[in-house]
């Protein structure tokens, strides 16, 4: 053990700038890497297992939305491992397991497999490969936390961008089974070596404050460097505290909305543009459109958030959120669904990176493995939610006019709750 800690220390010793930044490289390459276990990737496989075994798609569907419903209930106990383990074991953990589900996928015969895979990607892609890294960076930093975040978002960006071609490309180059393949090999001779070498639980344990100062020196100590700006909680608060705060409360309400709201939206989004005669091609260039909005305003809004109160911040993107309806239900062109798109990129750039910060900021860091664990289980429980209000109302009514009217409901309660939420107060 004491091997691999002076190994550690050299590799940091070596780096010319603040490790962080490593951590901050490899959490983007962790989120990007996430990829297989998201729906922006599964998706693409869907129609191959149509194809190959005459499944309908409301069955694939079902599956889908049941295998991810029981991950998000998974997340809490994968929280606490993170505080238990620390990120360095539960990321090498995560990389393998996420390969090994990427294998098991290459295999499917039947629906029962089907659903194992699903839930095994979902637990693994969609839940650890994120939490992970969400919880490791608030360590490495504090007062630059907000910048650090948006370059870590960086990955998930690229990740929804070139997943879903590039499975095209592997689809029809190696079939599903290779696909799935890839994404096993890439992640275990890949992705796993390099967390082993380079992820570090934490500053302290290496001399080093967040955001680059090292302990040893006084005057660093004098100047009080670490101490925290306005709006990042000096106390860190357990689990069992923190649930006992409507703060809490309000912050898991405002992380739901958008899972829910938006995977409603985006996985129905060809359907709801097709009656607004927008075609097939259209609907998929204003989903590529949101990501290229949302890339750039990303690294603006990390920049905002180092200097304005985020709960302010937060609401402002649920307005925008709800003007992104409004745009759905009142417009019947291919010019409305790009300002719908323009919308939608706006919330997102600003809206992800203020979803990555609130757990950090307002109930700190030591415990943060298990308070991420239950609002990554509001993500994924509200995601899995948010598709199935669309599709009956659509049997139901013969349209999403009634759905949408009911959703804009949602962000516009999240306007008030994160504009009225500072954070908990202190007893």
Not at 126 to 132: A, F, H, K, S, Y
Request: proline fraction near 4%; glycine fraction near 10%.
């Amino acid at each position: 053990m004491g091997l691999v800690d002076k190994k550690s220390d050299r590799v940091i010793e070596r780096t010319p700038f603040y490790y962080g930044w490593v951590i901050v490289f490899m959490g983007a390459l962790g989120v990007f890497l996430s990829g297989p276990g998201q729906t922006y990737s599964v998706s693409i496989f869907i129609d191959a297992y149509i194809e190959e075994f005459g499944w309908s798609r409301s069955l694939i569907s079902s599956l889908y939305s049941g295998a991810t419903l029981l991950s998000g209930f998974l997340m809490i106990l994968m929280g606490k491992l993170i505080d238990v383990r620390g990120q360095r074991s539960m990321s090498i953990f995560a990389g393998a397991m996420l390969g090994i589900a990427c294998l098991f996928n290459s295999f499917i015969l039947g629906p029962l497999m089907l659903f194992i895979g699903f839930f095994l990607i979902r637990v693994f892609g969609q839940g650890l490969m994120e939490m992970v890294p969400n919880t490791l960076i608030p360590r490495w930093f504090v007062k630059k936390r907000g910048k650090a975040i948006a370059f870590m978002e960086v990955g998930g960006f690229l990740s929804s961008a070139a997943l879903p071609p590039l499975n095209v490309w592997l689809i029809a180059s190696l079939g599903w089974s290779g696909a799935w393949q890839v994404w096993a090999g890439v992640l275990i001779l890949f992705y796993v070596p390099l967390v082993f070498f380079f992820i570090k639980n934490s500053p302290e344990n290496y001399g080093l404050q967040p955001d680059g100062y090292v302990l040893e020196q006084p005057k660093v100590q004098k100047k009080k460097v670490t101490e925290p700006k306005v709006g990042i909680s000096e106390k860190s608060w357990t689990l069992n505290e923190a649930i006992k705060t409507l703060s809490f409360w309000g912050v898991l309400f405002c992380i739901a909305v958008p899972a829910m709201v938006n995977t409603g939206m985006t996985f129905h989004i060809v359907s709801i543009l097709g009656e607004q005669g927008v075609t097939r091609a259209e609907a998929s260039f204003v989903l590529s459109m949101m990501a290229l909005v949302a890339f750039p305003l990303s690294f603006l809004a990390g920049v905002i958030l180092d200097r304005m109160s985020l709960h302010k911040v937060f609401a402002i993107t649920f307005v925008v959120e709800a003007a992104a309806i409004v745009v759905l239900l009142v417009g019947d062109s291919y010019t409305a669904a790009l300002i719908f798109g323009l919308l939608r990129g706006v919330a997102a750039g600003f809206g992800t990176i203020c979803l990555a910060l609130i757990i950090p900021n307002f109930f700190g860091t030591a415990h943060l493995g298990s308070l991420k664990g239950v609002g990554v289980t509001s993500t994924v429980v509200a995601s899995a939610l948010g598709p199935l209000p669309f599709g009956v109302a659509y049997d139901w009514f013969g349209g999403y006019t009634e759905i949408l009217l009911v959703m804009l409901v949602f962000p516009l309660l999240a306007t008030v709750v994160a504009w009225m939420n500072k954070g908990p107060k202190l007893s």
